[in-house]
């Protein structure tokens, strides 16, 4: 698919052309029956790095009312953190699940993970993204609204999650 688009790529990408990655009907593009969609799943096909071009993903996340996006998957210097680059400028918060991602390039890995959690969003492990909405899943089903929640309770929350107070930045009406 790069050649009918671009004319001009980086010599690194001549494997990729070579040998395509995860197309549909090959051994690669397959899902794994642990992570097979449910009919009362909604699926989004990607065509493209990031999960937003050319995509419904948008549309979908809107109609639903979804703000918060954790990313997961490979390869994480490319499509994941495209995806989640393009999810954060479109005025998504986003976040990425360090132990379920991966990436070919151990160096550009690295890179994805520092630069998403000191520009972008969360970085955290499947471990800690439990604790986390666990807190807000308590919050939600008990009703509270973040500025309902003891200031104790909300700052420590922040701080175990290294987050700024939105209370501080975010616009009031």
């Known amino acids: 698919m790069l050649t009918k688009i671009h004319n001009f790529l980086p010599k690194?990408?001549?494997?990729?052309?070579?040998?395509?990655?995860?197309?549909?009907?090959?051994?690669?593009?397959v899902t794994i029956d642990e992570l097979k969609p449910t009919e009362n799943d909604h699926v989004v096909i990607k065509r493209r790095d990031s999960a937003f071009q050319d995509t419904e993903l948008r549309l979908w996340l809107q109609s639903e009312g979804i703000?918060?996006?954790?990313?997961?998957?490979?390869?994480?210097?490319?499509?994941?953190?495209?995806?989640?680059?393009?999810?954060?400028?479109?005025?998504?918060?986003v976040g990425l699940i360090s132990d379920a991602?991966?990436?070919?390039?151990k160096e550009h890995y690295k890179t994805t993970l520092d630069r998403v959690g000191?520009?972008?969003g969360l970085v955290m492990s499947i471990e800690r993204f439990k604790k986390a909405i666990n807190?807000?899943?308590?919050?939600?089903?008990?009703?509270?609204?973040?500025?309902?929640?003891?200031?104790?309770?909300?700052?420590?929350?922040?701080d175990?999650?290294?987050?700024?107070?939105?209370?501080?930045?975010?616009l009031t009406s």
């Open 101 to 105: 991602t991966a990436s070919g390039n």
């Open 12 to 29: 690194t990408r001549r494997e990729r052309l070579k040998v395509p990655i995860c197309v549909r009907g090959t051994w690669d593009g």
């Open 160 to 170: 175990e999650f290294e987050l700024l107070d939105p209370r501080s930045f975010a």
């Open 67 to 93: 703000n918060l996006l954790f990313f997961t998957g490979i390869d994480t210097s490319i499509c994941v953190e495209t995806s989640l680059r393009d999810g954060f400028n479109i005025g998504y918060d």
């Open 135 to 158: 807190h807000l899943d308590e919050w939600r089903k008990s009703e509270l609204d973040i500025s309902h929640i003891p200031d104790e309770t909300w700052n420590t929350f922040l």
């Open 118 to 120: 000191d520009y972008y």
